[in-house]
């Protein structure tokens, strides 16, 4: 059982003090001011012992909290002794951390589920009406053309490839609203296409490292891994000033791991910092399956996105 702080406090206090009342009873001080001087001393001594015996686990408490990061679950405040309030709190803290873990994950899991159920709305209209509206819109320029004088022909044939430039855009932008591959053949064709066509469509040249089989993974599992890969090859792009990068999909003991690299200009000024919100969005993609998201410096330079998923839910 321990004993409440206040008395832990109290009670040494009112001992000391009935102590230097006794001393002085059995030897009045009688202008002894040495005397009364030293017993001040020693009882100002014995006090802050006491004082910052009783207060150093919250100052331990205070400093630990600081440290506590949403975005890295899975830390948890030490026990902290003796037997206390503070022990209590820290206890309480600790199941508070737990309970907004939990929420956090599950409210991360509805969000996303939320938003990819809208990008593939937005991407079905993108295909079946806009880009249908393009294809026959392109259609009727080239029967077009082959009717109009050659001077108006030249013309349509140039809108005629503006058009069809423009179907283009519209089905990658669906493609990457929503990947169908990955619906219909699964993640390593879906990782193996995107490579292809960052490769393709930005001559960034993507080494890939991929498993012919893995274990089963969730749907959830599935998107999270393609969308992080998504995300940080578009970093690359966008901020590294790389020529190659290298993604690797690889199995553990009890977990998966997503690992893509590139030769660009590091951390300090390249996709890992210049690129915070979206860094931000895949940690919140990988909270919401368990997983955990690093951002570190490569080895040789560069920038290195590390994805972990645990297999079966046996945390990050």
């Known amino acids: 059982m321990s004993i409440p702080l206040f008395w832990r406090l ?8 009935l102590a230097a009342c006794v001393v002085l009873f059995i030897e009045p001080a009688n202008g002894r001011v040495v005397a009364l001087a030293g017993g001040l001393a020693i009882m100002l001594t014995v006090n802050l012992v006491l004082m ?3 207060f150093a686990p919250l100052a331990r408490l205070l400093s630990l909290i600081p440290a506590i990061d949403p ?3 899975g ?17 309480v803290f ?3 951390l737990d309970r907004l873990e939990t929420e956090r994950r599950e409210s991360g899991r509805r969000a996303l589920a939320a938003q990819e159920q809208e990008r593939r709305r937005v991407s079905a209209e993108l295909h079946d ?17 082959r009717r109009a004088p050659e001077a108006l022909g030249r013309e349509i044939a140039e809108t005629t490839a503006a058009a069809k430039a423009t179907l283009e855009e519209v089905r990658e932008l669906a493609h990457r609203l929503r990947p169908e591959v990955l619906d219909q053949l699964g993640l ?21 490292t991929l498993p012919e089989t893995l274990p089963r993974l969730s749907e959830d599992d599935e998107l999270v891994i393609y969308r992080v890969a998504q995300e940080s090859l578009t970093n690359v792009v966008r901020h590294a000033a790389a020529g190659s990068a290298h993604l690797a999909l690889e199995t553990e003991p009890g977990a998966v791991s997503l690992r893509v690299a590139d030769d660009g200009a590091g951390p300090s000024n390249g996709a890992a910092l210049r690129g915070t919100g979206g860094v931000r969005g895949m940690r919140e993609r990988a909270l919401s399956v368990g997983g955990r998201l690093d951002v570190r410096r490569a080895e040789g330079g560069g920038t290195e996105v590390r994805l972990r998923i645990p297999i079966g839910g046996d945390g990050g």
């Open 129 to 145: 009406e806009i880009g249908q509206q393009l294809t026959a819109l392109v259609l009727q320029l080239d029967r077009l053309s």
């Open 75 to 91: 830390r948890r405040l030490p026990a902290l002794r003796p037997e206390s309030e503070l022990t209590q709190l820290a206890h």
């Open 94 to 96: 600790n199941e508070m």
């Open 71 to 73: 975005l890295e679950p």
């Open 188 to 208: 390593v064709p879906a990782l193996r296409n995107l490579c292809d066509r960052f490769t393709a469509g930005t001559g960034l040249v993507v080494h890939r």
């Open 52 to 54: 910052r015996r009783a």
């Open 10 to 17: 109290f009670i040494p206090n009112a001992a000391v003090l």
